[in-house]
């Protein structure tokens, strides 16, 4: 069955700590991205990824780090120097020529 | 600059009635819209989209509506059910040097009371 497979659930982490959350797709989407959930704000773009070993800055980038060495994967590293760290994170994911994404489960990251 | 905006945080109403969800963009370059709705600690799934070209597309109990002169869309739900109270996100696409990346507004959270 193809999807996009987020781990972590939850996550705890101490303050001044960095964090990596997983991603993972078997759908052959191209492209990923990684956005952030808070209450009253939406979804925002934090980074995304068009090919294997490009990627760009989304609309909040600062504190976050990304890497795409495989098509299938597509990591968020969340720095100690994101300040306000604690979110819901989304993965997902879309073929080149389509609108529509494919979302994995989310994240729950907790700062401690 | 919030491009992709919906207005109202939440909305309650009752079942068998008509739920109404509205949208307001500001980008005339979008070309293309969604509806997500997503349930506390999942992902949002794909709801229904529409093409700039079209003004209106439906599918079963929801269609949406797109208004490109006064930059609305709406999304309706008829008959609501219990099982519909989730949040619905709106998102665009488009736009110069479109990337694929979608735009979403703020979210509307949904109650629909048996």
């Known amino acids: 069955d193809g999807g996009i497979t987020q781990s972590p659930k939850y996550l705890f982490r101490k303050e001044g700590q960095n964090v990596t959350l997983s991603c993972e797709q078997n759908?052959?989407?191209?492209?990923m991205y990684w956005y952030r959930q808070d209450p009253g704000q939406g979804l925002r773009l934090i980074y995304y990824?068009?090919?294997?070993?490009?990627?760009q800055k989304g609309d909040i980038a600062e504190g976050y780090s990304v890497s795409r060495e495989k098509k299938e994967s597509f990591p968020l590293t969340v720095t100690s120097a994101q300040k306000n760290p604690t979110a819901f994170y989304l993965c997902?994911?879309?073929?080149?020529?389509?609108?529509?994404?494919?979302f994995g489960s989310g994240t729950r990251l907790t700062v401690v | 600059d919030q491009q992709v905006k919906q207005n109202s945080p939440s909305l309650s109403v009752q079942e068998g009635r008509i739920s109404i969800l509205n949208c307001d963009y500001t980008?005339?370059?979008?070309?293309?819209f969604l509806w997500y709705k997503k349930y506390p600690a999942e992902g949002p799934t794909f709801l229904i989209s529409?093409?700039?070209?079209?003004d209106k597309n439906e599918d079963g109990r929801f269609t949406v509506f797109l208004n490109k002169s006064a930059k609305h869309l709406s999304l309706h739900i008829v008959p609501s059910q219990p099982g519909d109270s989730a949040v619905y996100f709106c998102a665009a696409s488009g736009g110069s040097g479109n990337t694929g990346k979608l735009i979403f507004g703020q979210g509307t959270t949904l109650q629909v009371k048996p």
């Open positions: 997902a994911s879309k073929p080149v020529f389509n609108y529509g994404y494919t």
């Open positions: 980008n005339s370059m979008f070309d293309y």
């Open positions: 529409i093409s700039s070209i079209k």
């Open positions: 759908l052959n989407h191209d492209a």
């Open positions: 990824s068009q090919i294997v070993n490009d990627f």
